[in-house]
Nanobody
């Protein structure tokens, strides 16, 4: 079974930095994309950053220039480096992947998987 496990959340002061990580495991043939989403109380979940298998990146306008998404293929891990954090960045951050894998001995394509989330709180 495919699993995504996030880590690195916590409390940080405005202007500070934090790095999140997400490690994938399971019967995976290839990963099409790795995403970071976030959801603040009372708001809809939004896409923060996306990294495709060919290295294309996309960022929300609100985080462009402050956040960087990267990967370590050997460790099957994607990172989100967050700098110059603001109180409005406070949210639960979720890792999401779209991948091709093996389910019950059969190849499956374009499957989505979500991590359980990690809380980031930016406050003085």
């Amino acid at each position: 079974q495919v699993q995504l496990v996030e880590s690195g959340g916590g409390l940080v002061q405005p202007g500070g930095s934090l790095t999140l990580s997400c490690t994938a495991s399971g019967s995976i043939f290839s990963i099409n994309s790795m995403d970071w989403y976030r959801q603040a109380p009372g708001k809809e979940r939004e896409l923060v950053a996306r990294l495709t298998s060919v290295g294309t990146t996309n960022y929300a306008d609100s985080v462009k220039g402050r956040f960087t998404i990267s990967r370590d293929n050997a460790k099957m891990t994607v990172y989100l480096q967050m700098n110059s954090l603001k109180p409005e960045d406070t949210a639960v951050y979720y890792c999401k992947t779209n991948l091709n894998g093996l389910v019950g001995g059969v190849r499956r394509y374009g499957m989505d998987y979500w991590g359980k989330g990690t809380l980031v709180t930016v406050s003085s």
